[in-house]
T-cell receptor
Framework: ETGVTQSPTHLIKTRGQQVTLRCSSQ?????VSWYQQALGQGPQFIFQYYREEENGRGNFPPRFSGLQFPNYSSELNVNALELDDSALYLC???????????????FGNGTRLTVT | QKEVEQNSGPLSVPEGAIASLNCTYSDRGSQSFFWYRQYSGKSPELIMS????GDKEDGRFTAQLNKASQYVSLLIRDSQPSDSATYLC????????????FGPGTSLSVIP
């Protein structure tokens, strides 16, 4: 069983630039969620994709956008980078819940983004 | 009000002791709860899921859920130095999507 993989591992960008992060979901999982984790904080929900559509979004501006592909892999795009975007970006996959009891998220190793 | 709150750390326990980690949540619609362990610089890894009131045991770990009190806890018995990490509590609410919200985490140090 292949786990969740993310690329790249580390990235350094300049303020104002754009970045694309990539994620391959665990086999058998059809839902991908993206989280931002600043140092010393818990992961903050950015958005979730299911069947190639965004079906849920946290409190993040529109310059954070994403895609999900037919093979369930996903991309996170961030435009007009700001210094505060420096964080660990986590991709998590899961099977879609079929009711109120939800299966757990399985995380990739994350992408460490530094904005200078 | 934060949706998921955890007891402030850092928490230090001697090796072999019981570590107790606590979590409260505000959304009564939450039905699914998870504990994750996160080592410094690494991604969260799932320790346990719990869905029903009561206790759930897995090896040295016991999760407890009390939906009436909106309270979740994690006990680690016979704590080992390798248990030193940040522990994240998460609650899930089923809306039009699977919304999983994390607490800020509690840092645990197990002292040899």
């Amino acid at each position: 069983e292949t786990g969740v993989t993310q690329s790249p591992t580390h990235l350094i960008k300049t303020r104002g630039q754009q970045v694309t992060l990539r994620c391959s979901s665990q086999s058998g999982h059809n839902t991908v969620s993206w989280y931002q984790q600043a140092l010393g904080q818990g992961p903050q929900f950015i958005f979730q994709y299911y069947r190639e559509e965004e079906n849920g979004r946290g409190n993040f501006p529109p310059r954070f956008s994403g895609l999900q592909f037919p093979n369930y892999s996903s991309e996170l795009n961030v435009n007009a980078l700001e210094l505060d975007d420096s964080a660990l970006y986590l991709c998590a996959s899961s099977r879609a819940g079929t009711g109120p009891l939800q299966p757990p998220l399985h995380f990739g190793n994350g992408t460490r983004l530094t904005v200078t | 009000q934060k949706e998921v709150e955890q007891n402030s750390g850092p928490l230090s326990v001697p090796e072999g002791a019981i570590a107790s980690l606590n979590c409260t949540y505000s959304d009564r619609g939450s039905q699914s709860f998870f504990w994750y362990r996160q080592y410094s610089g690494k991604s969260p890894e799932l320790i346990m899921s719990i869905y029903s009131n009561g206790d759930k045991e897995d090896g040295r770990f016991t999760a407890q859920l009390n939906k009436a009190s909106q309270y979740v806890s994690l006990l680690i018995r016979d704590s080992q130095p390798s248990d030193s990490a940040t522990y994240l509590c998460a609650g899930a609410v089923w809306t039009s999507y699977d919304k999983v919200i994390f607490g800020p985490g509690t840092s645990l140090s197990v002292i040899p």
